[in-house]
């Protein structure tokens, strides 16, 4: 059964910083790339980034670019979201989700970006 | 980028109704839509993939369609479980984009 657990989140002021994790099990995690969803309160699905399964592969969507850094781990079946330069619209839901088609999600990690 | 616009953002419904929600691609992307069922608090769910095909331990009251850019999921004999958020999905290209999401709501 796949599985992928997300945490690291939590309430951070604006302009620091804040990683996630997703840890993956039930799959072979190296074989599959994977993706960072995020959910506003209230609001629909945001995309916000994929990595291939060997790393080769990246990108995010224009609203973190330049600010989020994906990566992965596969020995440790792993994948990270580092979070810089945090804005307010940047608090959600974030999901990991395997794949290119997001076929599986994780329970998901609330961050709250407030003074 | 391509626009997923999804109609209705809500529904009020009853059981036993038949119900389909749409997603007009603003481009091409084939075959790559999924749908996604969301229950209160809970992750999103699989339910439709390549547009068309039932994911696993999906029940066959669910279908999805393609006609030219739209695609369509739809719920023939609506059950109280059914009640939830539904998302369809492009993954023809980066970036990923979601369709509004469409609240089904029981009368």
């Known amino acids: 059964e796949v599985q992928l657990v997300e945490s690291g989140g939590g309430l951070v002021q604006p302009g620091r910083s804040l990683k996630l994790s997703c840890v993956a099990s039930?799959?072979?995690?190296?074989?599959?790339?994977m993706n960072w969803i995020r959910q506003a309160p209230g609001k629909g699905l945001e995309w916000v980034a994929y990595i291939s399964s060997g790393s080769s592969y990246i990108y995010y969507a224009e609203t973190v670019k330049g600010r989020f850094t994906i990566s992965r781990d596969n020995a440790k079946n792993t994948l990270y979201l580092q979070m810089t330069s945090l804005r307010s619209e940047d608090t959600a839901l974030y999901y990991c989700?395997?794949?290119?088609?997001?076929?599986?999600w994780g329970q998901g990690v609330m961050v709250t970006v407030s003074s | 980028d391509i626009q997923m616009t999804q109609s209705p953002s809500s529904m009020s419904v009853s059981l036993g109704d038949t119900v389909t929600i749409t997603c007009r691609a603003s481009q091409d992307v084939g075959i790559y839509v999924n749908w996604f069922q969301q229950k209160p608090g809970k992750s999103p769910r699989r339910m439709i993939y390549r547009a068309t095909n039932l994911a696993d331990g999906v029940p066959s009251r669910f279908s999805g369609s393609r006609s030219g850019s739209d695609y369509s999921l739809t719920i023939s004999s609506l059950e109280s479980e059914d009640v939830a958020d539904y998302h369809c999905?492009?993954?023809?290209?980066?970036?990923?984009?979601f369709g509004g999401g469409t609240k089904l709501e029981l009368k």
């Open positions: 999905l492009q993954y023809d290209e980066y970036p990923r984009t």
């Open positions: 989700a395997t794949s290119y088609s997001l076929d599986y």
């Open positions: 039930g799959f072979t995690f190296s074989n599959y790339g």
